[in-house]
């Protein structure tokens, strides 16, 4: 069997183009969406996932300001900033770039954005409204590979999906989104992780298998059943001296291996990754479009 291959950036497209009249129609009302983001330190991956954010805000005409802090930021600093962008009218989104520094504790941060600018979807008002099936902002990398499944014609309505990763950021939210009662969604969903036994059992009874462990290569073909719609959220850099940058990206999912199985399947990079750009920037715009009515 030869897999479809989903193509993340140009559905990442289709969503970012949907976005255009929404943002025409702001600004003909006079608000222009405003992101900012808070990046800490000099993580290699956060400050490319923050360039991501940039160029996408640059493209659509959202307004983004990128804080640049240092490594030796205090949390009371981070806290102090995070206060003042929730007190700013022109500010309709926030998102502070993780992991932080290890002397900040997240959960704090998290807690300090104010719900309704909460863009990530991280904050506890927000999950907490996932989880019982609320209007809410749901985390961007889950809500993109929902969007990824519908529009490549693979729904997850009455399908078992499991998922590998019990992440905040992805495995969590991502079951929580698959298993509302609505169209769209409706799914039978598995969560393993790095404790559970016989994890290949599991894989192998998959509809859709969701690979988010950040382990490179981790599934292999034998962990996939024949026909899974297989999606990669994993980005890992592995040593490649023959590579331009001395690295390469890898997913979770053995690649080459698991596409003689799969019915479809989610490459790296130009899968997960730019959808999780285009949820974020669809959040941006609710946010703003939320603040008109406020
Ligand atoms: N680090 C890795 N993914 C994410 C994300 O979606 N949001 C934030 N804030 N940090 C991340």
Known sequence: MTAQIIDGKAISAQVLDGLEPRIAKLKSEGITPKLDVILVGENPASES??????????????????HRLPESTSQDEVLDLVIT????????????????????????????????KDVDGFSPVNSGRLLAGEDCFAPATPSGIVELLLRSGNPPDGKHVV?????????????????????????????????TRDIEVHTRNADILVAAIGRPNFVTGDMVKDGAVVIDVGINRVDDASAKRGYRLVGDVLFEEVKEKARAITPVPGGVGPMTIAMLMSN???????SLSQ
């Open 284 to 290: 941006t715009v609710k946010a703003a479009e939320n």
């Open 85 to 116: 962008l929730n007190e700013e009218p022109r500010v309709q989104g926030i998102l502070v770039q993780l992991p932080l520094p290890e002397h900040i504790r997240e959960s704090t941060v998290i807690e300090s954005v104010l719900p309704s």
């Open 49 to 66: 996932y923050v360039r991501g954010k940039e160029r996408a805000s640059e493209r659509l005409g959202i307004e983004s300001h990128t």
């Open 163 to 195: 998922i590998v990763g019990r992440s905040n950021i992805v495995g969590k939210p991502l079951a929580a989104l698959l298993m509302q009662k609505r169209e769209g969604a409706n799914a039978t969903v598995t969560v393993c992780h790095s404790r």
